[in-house]
């Protein structure tokens, strides 16, 4: 580090470039550019390259035109963190754009900065640095959430000339002050914003505040304010914008704020005649006493009402209790009223009523969602002319939605959602051309929805009228005025045929048509829509088929609810993460019971999310790209039957928590990377088991004896891993392999059944699927693994076994005698071990025998004579010292020679012999390069 330093002032020394910028406040910038770390390189400007020493041509800094003087630092985080909804990447690129480190006190040097802006760094949780209250002649200074933690230093007291202070803070980041009495230095301050800086201990904080005559936009929101005791009377000359959101202020606070803002505190009440606030957002809080006496009833709001300024009154989230006052109808300039959430337990009438007067005139927004309402609409809500807002969401409101609704011209968004609606949507709605969201949902509405109704709403982007019992009646071929983002259609009866003009609606973002009596198969345009699309619920109808591409489909943000059908949705292109489709809706448990996901570009690994899924019976995700390991949390699947994770690149080992799933019919975990032993849990706990498949992963030791109790098994493929030690000799009790039973195929056909089902089984060198006929399969395949030992006698007791595969292991002795007693194996390979002897001749009676390898083993003698044995090509037995056919002619003259066989190594001579006889070669020659040939055999 030094050695960079002293390099970089020699630098400094040798550049003799006086353009424009102070010498020592451009060494001041490169030592604080020393200090940073600057991860995505944003001041790269910041050198002396040639071209590059004018300080005021660099990033972010702005000289004085005249003197050259430093006077701003915009060195806020340009790629601002993108809440829940931005994508990992875009969030790692905000990350990695963080300015880190240190805080050179070089700053110091810089004389004139009157702007410095650090908001959205990343400083890790160091103190906001005490000299930069010395920098006294900062006018903006924007440390928003920069990464500063611990105690807000005192110093900031000398920024005597600051007019803007930002340190709102992150509220992991634990910022505090213990006394805001510095603040009483900035007394220029006009924008003060301390959001969840914990100030708890600042009790302070009012008389402080009240100080501050500038004061205009005072931002405290979620800053754990202390109690202050009453009577308090805040100065409100200059306020404007007050936010005192989430500060879990109590009754008392609440009160002293209402009582501050009372007239029977004369000095409070003038300086209300005069405020200029518009905007008291006091929303989060818990104020719970009654609102008569701490709001309404007060005169000071009387004198609210008489002022000229039209204002907003935000009490969202406060626990306020008891009806609104008529005294409420006399604040004629309330330019929003924002309710939602207080226990107002009140008739609606009543307070369309109250506000009938001349808060109706102006009114542009009226929220009282969830204000525990109930009662009928009334006529009167015509009087509410300029309304542009109205929410009445989560109330008890019953009855019709009145004609009146129609004379609402400037209404843009209405909602009437959550409450006891009935009767029909008025014809008036057509009325309401400005409405662009429309929230009828979950109500008792009923009756037709057409044309008439909202087919002149050509503003209308959000269309939500899920959970009432609408038909919908408009014409196949109707193109809406309007282009629709959200439309919800849930329960509806749209008809059986999915609706060609929705094809016209290119904005589409979210919909829900799930159980709305669809019978159709899945168009094809339903998929043309934007790649915004975010949520499709077709769930809860009868649609069939496959689904077509989806590109949109498993974006990050997007959510698709398919259940209740009965659709395949594999050999996709879904791609990306799983986690939208199977972690949305976190809480529910979720109805479907088989998810087919195979054969997609799903990456990623398998996420955690199974708890609600415990309905499911068969899981596809075979064919993908998933990575990571099998979840322990799939032993919640208690239904699971068949479980399908093919051909992926999990990892990891087995876990044992899957003994869980007792029910487990199929269990196909081939193709990955999975590794471990093969557990002994698996013949303990999965005893209905039918299908195992392990085959190509990274397995290792024994075959557990265990597994072959397993007496349901049919399949069991364990291909291509690292298994050592012997076959075992308890394979008699595979059950299913030795007695064909045929109840044992109820449980398959329950899963095929119930809807795509498929297993896939390597059979005869090839990879075959099966469904319905799965019944009959009976395979076993340990092929390509290092198994040693013989092949037990006992295997010839599996007598419906059809494919058995022991290749390319490390078997030795006999071939047993009774192989032919398998009747019907139909393919059998022993190729690539050490397998000696004579192929024994019961082999010939394997009537079924289609597929034979037993080249490269030390087989020798006749090959045993039957329509099958001999009907393989010859390259079945090469690699051996057998003779007879269909070895070529040579072979059989060798027979001639050596019928019954038994010097394996004079055979070979032999045939060699002729050769060279037949040339004519030497027999000095011979010597010699017989032994290569022998080698590369
Ligand atoms: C300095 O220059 C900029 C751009 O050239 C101009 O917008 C600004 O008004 C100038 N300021 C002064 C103080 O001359
Ligand atoms: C600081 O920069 C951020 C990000 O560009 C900006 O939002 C904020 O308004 C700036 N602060 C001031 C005081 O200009
Ligand atoms: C703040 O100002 C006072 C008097 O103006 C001075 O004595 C003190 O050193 C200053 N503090 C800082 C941190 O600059
Ligand atoms: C009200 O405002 C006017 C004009 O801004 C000012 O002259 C008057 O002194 C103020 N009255 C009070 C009580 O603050
Ligand atoms: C509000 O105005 C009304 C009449 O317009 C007046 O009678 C009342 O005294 C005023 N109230 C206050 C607090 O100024
Ligand atoms: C195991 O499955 C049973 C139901 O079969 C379920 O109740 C239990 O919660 C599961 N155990 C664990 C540890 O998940």
Redo the contacts with the bound molecule.
Sequence with gaps: MSVLLVLLFLSLATVNINEGCIESERQALLMFKHDVTDGANRLSSWSLHHGHGDCCQWDGVVCDNVTSHVLEL?L???R?LLDDYGSDAKNEATERSKLRGKINPSLLKLTHLS?L????NGFGGIPIPDFIGSIESLR???L?KAGFASLVPNQLRNLSSLE?L?LRADIEDNLYVTDLQWLSGLSLIK?LDLSDVDLAQASNWLQVLNALPFLKNLYLSCCQLPQVPPPIHLKLSSLAIVDLSANDIENSLGGSIFHGLQSKNKLAATSYTNTSLKHLDLSNNIFNSSIPESLYSLDSLHAIGNMTSAINLDLLDNELEGPIPITMGNLCNLKSIIFSDLNLNQDVSTILAVLSGCVSNQLDKLDLSGCHLSGQLTNQLRNFKSLKELHLSGNSVSGPIPISIGELSSLRVLKLDQNQLKGQLPNSIEKLTNLEILDISTNLLEGVVSKTHIGNLSKLKVFQASKNSFVLRVSPDWIPPFEIELLGLMSWNVGSMFHLWLHSQKHLRYLDISGSRISDSLPGWLWNFSSSFQYLNLSHNQIHGQIPDIPWAMSVDSVIDLSFNLLNMSNNNFSGSLSPLLCYKLKETMGTVILNLGGNVLSGGIPDCWLNWQNLQVIKLSNNRLNGSILSSMRTLQSIVSLHLQKNHLSGEIPLSLNNCTDLIILDAGENELHGSIPRWIGDSLRKLVVLSLRSNKFSGYIPDKLCTIGSLQVLDLVDNNLIGSIPRRVTKFQAMAKFNGSMGTAISYVIGAGTFVATIVMKGQMLEFGTNLNLVRSMDLSNNKLSGEIPVEVTSLFELQTLNLSHNLLSGTIPDRIGELRSLESVDFSVNKLSGSIPESMSYLTFLSHLNLSFNNLSGVIPSSTQLQSFDSSCYEGNQLCGLPLPKQHSANVAIHNGGGGNDYGFEMEWFYFGMLYEFGMGFWSVFAPVVINRR
Excluded: I, R
């Excluded at 802006?117 to 959205?120: A, F, I, K, P, R």
């Design positions: 915009h806020a985080n340009p601002p702007y802006n650090l908001s959205q903006h200074l924007d928003s803007y930002n924008h």
